[in-house]
């Protein structure tokens, strides 16, 4: 009997333990600014500056249950001319290559949040669901890729984000 009280205990504590860590979705609502970004291959090989030592972005989650996010390499160079199309075709490849938009509706479990894209940089998103890990921190909170080729590698992208509202 006293075993039994003893495994009750336990087991309600682990469960107790489990909905404190569980984050809801108001956590993630508001905009965050893209702090830094690291990637690290499959082979265990870490970039800690994988969009430069200063990238910018921002990421939005609304209440409502959709979202945007922008995140730009750091040191990206501004096109010759103004007009976007008549830039020579090396300075728009270069500023595709930094620059990643997406946005739609997400739905957020606790610790993943899934973004069933709408509209964004790379055309072969749209319609389809990009699955983030999600890890909460004091001041702020980072979303893992799973396994995704980036520059011909088998890698995951790590972005850390600080709230700004």
């Not at 860590?21 to 990637?39: C, F, I, N, P």
């Not at 040191?75 to 830039?87: C, E, I, T």
């Not at 001041?139 to 890698?155: A, P, S």
Request: hydrophobic share 45%; glycine share 8%; net charge positive.
């Amino acid at each position: 009997m006293v075993r039994i009280r003893v495994l009750a205990s336990l087991l309600a504590a682990i469960a107790l333990t489990a909905l404190a860590g569980a984050q809801s979705k108001e956590s993630l609502v508001g905009t965050w600014r893209l702090v830094s970004v690291t990637s690290t291959t499959i082979k265990g090989d870490v970039n800690p500056t994988a969009f430069g030592q200063h990238p910018a972005g921002f990421a939005t989650f609304t209440p409502e249950g959709r979202m945007t996010l922008i995140m730009c390499d750091d040191g990206r160079k501004p096109l010759s001319v103004v007009d976007r199309v008549s830039a020579p075709a090396e300075e728009r490849a270069q500023a595709f290559a930094t620059f990643v938009a997406y946005a739609g509706s997400y739905t957020f479990t606790g610790d993943k949040v899934v973004f069933h894209v709408e509209a964004a940089s790379i055309q072969n998103w749209v319609h389809t669901d990009l699955t983030r890990l999600v890890t909460f921190q004091k001041d702020g909170v980072t979303l893992r890729t799973m396994t995704t080729l980036k520059g011909g590698v088998l890698q995951t992208i790590e972005t850390n984000w600080q709230r700004v509202n």
